[in-house]
């Protein structure tokens, strides 16, 4: 039957059960201490490390690695826990080799990170502390670790910046070709429309002219010369000319000599008169006609610089024609060499832009190699501790010792709720149906047994106990 107990109870039972309730607790505190005792001890290292923020400015330089340092704080967990990192540190420093014998490489990075608290401490820096049953193997690990993902971080945004300076290395070259294109295609649109480009417009214009004037003037002399030619050819055909005349005369006077030969001798004063006249004229027409094959080779050099002059002036009249068709098709290749000229400089526009950010992506590069020598900087590195961290020995035995003596208090008052003896008069009266006539007190000390009688009146309702 199921029974309760009071403080006072409790207290007794307690009391009464002190030798047993000793023994558990002593048994109990040796197993616990031996357990607490026999724990490895624990120690812990702690790192603070800051995060440097980027000089220059990016007002002064333009970055290509777009992400700020600092905000490297916002996955630093991550970063610090991930596989690539610990498994690194695992085999640089031959950490958990057992584990990794007997489960893998993968159940040593789940430990490690067991092993690693990461606490970022206000918005610049970190904390990394880890455990490790070696002292000296904890400082060495909190301290390669930082060192580790700052190598990380500075390989991932080196290739970053190199990746950047590629695409617009690449992206110079594209547009170099494509700037040269546009170069021989002006170069041979320039070649193949000589003459009536727009820059040559003054220069035809000014040829023009020129050959305005010069058609002027030949016009002018082939007036002159056509004029001198009319002259010598009217001079050549009219019968009043010297030549002429003489023949004229030479004619008459050999008419008249013959008809005077025929009247007279050749002695006659008058054959002789007629004869010598006749001489004299043929001498002199002799003469003009020396002079007239001057002036015949003079018509034909006459003739001839006509012809030349005309010829000249015909020269000029098609190269004036050429000339006013350029003039003409200027504004149409002026134009066609807009459009041209007007794509070139979009081309080349953009080819100055991409080599400038160029210029700046590589001055960015440098600049991101040296700064990140010293974006993490450890400010508080981590040291050998000289005790372990857990477990805590003392609070451990006294945990041990709280529950050695709770086992024992509770097996006492289990115990004891499962002994059913009547110790005094009101567990009697509490658990018997009979009122009790009688207590007879210990003697000397020494537990005796006691009677307890039933009324008069009940047949063999008498009830023994023992009272200790």
């Given at each position: ?132 049953h070696d002292a000296e193997l904890a400082a060495q690990v909190a301290n390669r670790l930082p060192a580790i993902i700052a190598a990380e971080t500075r390989q991932v ?312």
């Amino acid at each position: 039957m199921e029974r309760g107990m009071t403080a006072d109870q409790v207290l007794a039972a307690l009391w009464r059960r002190k030798a047993l309730i000793g023994a558990i607790a002593v048994a109990a505190f040796a197993l616990g201490a031996a357990v607490v005792v026999g724990l490895p001890s624990v120690y812990t290292a702690s790192v603070v490390v800051r995060v440097e923020p980027q000089r220059p400015a990016e007002e002064l330089v333009q970055r290509t690695v777009s992400e700020p340092i600092e905000q490297r704080l916002v996955t630093v967990r991550q970063e610090l826990l991930a596989r690539p990192v610990l498994e690194k540190a695992i085999q640089e420093m031959n950490l958990y080799p057992d584990l990794v014998s007997r489960r893998g490489l993968q159940a040593a990075v789940e430990r490690m990170r067991r092993d690693l608290e990461v606490k970022v401490e206000g918005e610049t820096a970190y904390e990394l502390t880890y455990s490790a049953h070696d002292a000296e193997l904890a400082a060495q690990v909190a301290n390669r670790l930082p060192a580790i993902i700052a190598a990380e971080t500075r390989q991932v945004r080196k290739e970053q910046a190199e990746r950047a300076t590629g695409l617009f290395q690449s992206e110079v070259e594209s547009l170099k070709t494509t700037l040269a294109d546009w170069e021989k295609a002006i170069a041979q649109f320039k070649v193949d429309h000589m003459g009536e480009l727009p820059e040559q417009l003054e220069t035809n214009m000014r040829a023009l002219e020129r050959l305005g004037g010069l058609l002027q003037t030949k016009s002018e002399e082939l007036r002159v010369t056509e004029s001198r030619r009319s002259e010598l050819a009217r001079a050549h055909y009219a019968m009043d000319t010297e030549a002429g005349r003489l023949q004229a005369a030479y004619d008459s006077t050999n008419r008249a000599l013959v008809a005077a030969r025929t009247q007279w001798t050749e002695d006659h004063p008058e054959v002789l008169r007629m004869t010598k006249e006749a001489d004299g004229l043929k001498s002199r027409l002799h003469d003009a006609a020396g002079r007239l094959v001057a002036e015949r080779q003079e018509r034909a050099r006459a003739a001839t610089l006509v012809g030349q002059i005309q010829k000249e002036i015909d020269g000029l009249h098609q190269t004036a024609q050429a000339y006013q068709k350029r003039l003409d098709n200027t504004p149409r290749w002026a134009h066609e060499l807009g459009v041209l000229q007007r794509d070139y400089e979009i081309a080349r526009t953009k080819y100055q832009s991409v080599v400038s950010r160029k210029v700046e992506a590589e001055i960015a590069q440098e600049l991101e190699s040296r700064s990140a020598e010293k974006a993490f900087n450890v400010i508080s590195p981590a040291a050998a501790p000289s005790a372990p961290a857990r477990p805590d020995r003392l609070s451990g035995l006294l945990l041990c010792a709280l529950l050695a003596l709770g086992l024992g208090m509770t097996v006492g008052v289990v115990k004891d709720l499962r002994d059913d003896s009547l110790r005094d008069p009101a567990e009697v009266r509490d658990r018997l149906p009979l009122p009790v006539l009688a207590v007879v007190p210990e003697i000397n000390g020494k537990p005796t047994a006691r009677r307890v009688l039933s009324p008069a009146g009940a047949r063999n309702a008498v009830s023994s106990e023992t009272i200790n």
